[in-house]
């Protein structure tokens, strides 16, 4: 089992930032991709973008050069540092874990977009 813990979500204003931070603990692979995955309502879980061992990383398109996805591996976390956040970025915000063929979800972090 890994246990995924997420951090960073609330209330921000049009044009503000937030970062969202997931630490990771259990039987942690060190070969593994962490991601963000957020769901608003009435809509489908989406990604928002992925961080894997190796390096590579992938964003949405909607979300590409105002969000960045970094980790820590020693600290087992990974970061979503949001900026220039828009109303339509409102919704749960999962962090995901992925190793060979097991998945993890966080229980989830609300970020609201709202004047």
């Known amino acids: 089992q890994v246990q995924l813990v997420e951090s960073g979500g609330g209330l921000v204003q049009p044009g503000g930032s937030l970062r969202l931070s997931c630490a990771a603990s259990?039987?942690?692979?060190?070969?593994?991709?962490m991601g963000w995955y957020r769901q608003a309502p009435g809509k489908e879980r989406e990604l928002v973008a992925s961080f894997g061992s190796f390096g590579r990383t992938n964003y949405a398109d909607s979300v590409k050069d105002r969000f960045t996805i970094s980790r820590d591996s020693a600290k087992k976390t990974v970061y979503l540092q949001m900026n220039s956040l828009k109303p339509e970025d409102t919704a749960v915000y999962y962090c995901?874990?992925?190793?060979?063929?097991?998945?993890?979800w966080g229980q989830g972090t609300q970020v609201t977009v709202s004047s």
């Open positions: 995901n874990y992925r190793a060979y063929g097991r998945e993890y």
């Open positions: 259990g039987m942690f692979e060190t070969i593994n991709t």
